[in-house]
């Protein structure tokens, strides 16, 4: 039990055990039970596979491979391919979004513009990334600027190539991309009941009064980003909460004051149950005595009016296509398979590659001045015409290996790497090919070193090095 022999134990609020918990018998017990652990795995580099991990089992709603609980919680931070981007270690209900866009757009996933409002650290980001996949576009936005520099980590990580993030304001979407986006994910802040089993502050935070306040807030942001949506199009709404001012009142305040349909899909996996509001179902909710998973909410709204088309939306000059030549030079690092087509020089001076609908949306934010952190794949710097490959191209799951030399490491010699360290008993020279080397483990790729005679260079990126595991 999670409080047995815990100094830092904080009891469930009482008004919470006699209202949101008393409504949902068997709730409050099984906020004291031990957290499931579960990951889901990068479709892009299927290396880690499950039988890494002790007895997997995988999640029912996520797709075959793809999703899996763990028998314990393994030092993630020691394996390699973690930090290669392999897996995600993610909440199981978290991936009910996947879920739902797979159901809503079995057919058109491959052709979406989705945005992700509320997404750091990018759970939900790398696994809309993968739904989405190399033809579809995600906008990942978050208005914390710290939290949004651990998103671009994890998004390059990810290796996907077709995430766009940006530091915006909600309003600024609604007012600057109307009608922009097929899908928006608002998986909001919350009063984070859900979570009362692994965050103690959690517990100790909440109040009555902040759940109102979390609602409101809720709204303002939900209203903000509204007519970014396009008529049609679906907004999946989510807490981390139980309370029915978050989640069910909200959604049918959604559906019924800024206009939308409330959507109901058969063959829900057992254990999820439909949230009521006035006798209206209204979204699902993971409690955790009924299915392995933290506390999650989550509704889908198709926004009421007919389709339209987009109109005329500025675009920017933030981006500089490549010369003929040095678009051949950027082409030759990238297998043109697998979405990135287009080539072109940021205002950081930093070459990115783009699928052709990357490219128009991220004209379209910079016609709009978001704060754009990160877009396509950051390919390098290029210098008299030849490219310095940057780390990210590294970790794209398009990079083209075939012209590369790459040094497969053990795990001990690769968290050495990572790490940056110096034991030249577990990374001797020996180990790597003369000039640039693709250093990978277990074939996931993490990044890259150069060989010059009998002195290695480790590239990886001093801020992303490995100081504890
Ligand atoms: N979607 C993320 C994931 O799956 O990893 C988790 C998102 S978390 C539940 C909610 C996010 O909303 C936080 O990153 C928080 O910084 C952000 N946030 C806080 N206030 C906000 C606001 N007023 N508007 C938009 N986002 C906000």
Not at 101 to 106: D, S, V
Not at 184 to 211: H, I, L, Q, T
Request: hydrophobic share 40%.
């Amino acid at each position: 039990m999670a409080q047995a022999n815990n100094r830092n134990y904080v009891p469930l609020p009482a008004a919470f055990v006699d209202t949101v918990a008393a409504a949902v018998p068997g709730l409050a017990a099984s906020l004291d039970a031990d957290v499931p652990v579960s990951v889901r795995f990068n479709p892009y580099k299927r290396c880690g596979r499950p039988e890494r991990f002790p007895a997997a089992e995988p999640v029912p709603w996520g797709e075959p491979g793809e999703a899996y609980y763990l028998s314990e919680r393994p030092v993630f931070t020691a394996d390699p391919a973690f930090h290669g981007g392999a897996y995600y270690v993610q909440e199981a209900g978290s991936m009910f979004v996947g879920w739902l866009l797979r159901r809503l757009f079995a057919d058109s996933a491959g052709s979406l513009r989705v945005l992700d409002l509320c997404a750091a650290p990018g759970g939900k980001t790398t696994h809309i990334a993968s739904v989405a996949g190399a033809g579809g576009v995600v906008v990942a936005n978050e208005v914390i600027r710290s939290r949004a520099k651990i998103l671009v980590g994890n998004v390059q990580k990810w290796g996907a190539g077709n995430v766009a993030v940006t530091s915006s304001d909600p309003k600024d979407f609604g007012e600057r991309l109307p009608g922009f986006f097929d899908v928006v994910v608002v998986d909001a802040p919350c009063s984070g009941e859900g979570m009362f089993r692994k965050d103690y502050g959690a517990r100790a935070e909440w109040s009555p009064e902040n759940v109102q306040l979390c609602a409101a807030r809720q709204r303002r942001i939900v209203s903000d980003v509204w007519d970014a949506l396009r008529p049609d199009g679906v907004m999946i709404y989510s807490t981390c909460t139980f309370n029915a001012a978050e989640d069910e009142e909200n959604v049918r305040w959604i559906a019924e004051e800024l206009g939308g349909e409330i959507l109901s899909f058969d063959g829900i996996p057992e254990g999820i149950v439909p949230g009521f509001f006035g006798g209206v179902a209204a979204g699902w909710h993971f409690y955790p005595h009924q299915v392995r998973s933290e506390g999650f909410f989550a509704a889908a709204i198709r926004k009421s009016g007919a389709a339209a088309s987009v109109g005329r939306l500025k675009t920017a000059k933030g981006l500089t296509r490549l010369s003929k030549t040095d678009w051949r030079e950027a082409e030759r690092w990238i297998d043109g398979t697998k979405g990135i087509e287009c080539f072109a020089t940021g205002g950081d001076g930093a070459v990115y590659g783009f699928s052709p609908a990357l490219y128009d949306a991220v004209s379209a934010l910079l016609g709009g001045r978001f704060g754009l952190l990160y877009s396509g794949v950051q390919l390098g710097e290029l210098i008299r015409g030849t490219l310095k490959p940057g780390h990210a191209l590294a970790l794209y799951h398009g990079l083209n290996h075939s012209a590369l030399a790459v040094a497969e490491l053990p795990v001990e010699a690769a968290m050495e790497y990572l790490r940056k360290g110096v034991s030249m008993s577990l990374l001797s020279a020996a180990s790597f090919s003369e000039g640039l080397n693709l250093v990978t483990h277990r074939g996931v790729a993490l990044g890259w070193a150069k060989r010059i005679g009998n002195r290695c260079n480790n590239l990886y990126p001093s801020s992303w090095r490995i100081l504890h595991y």
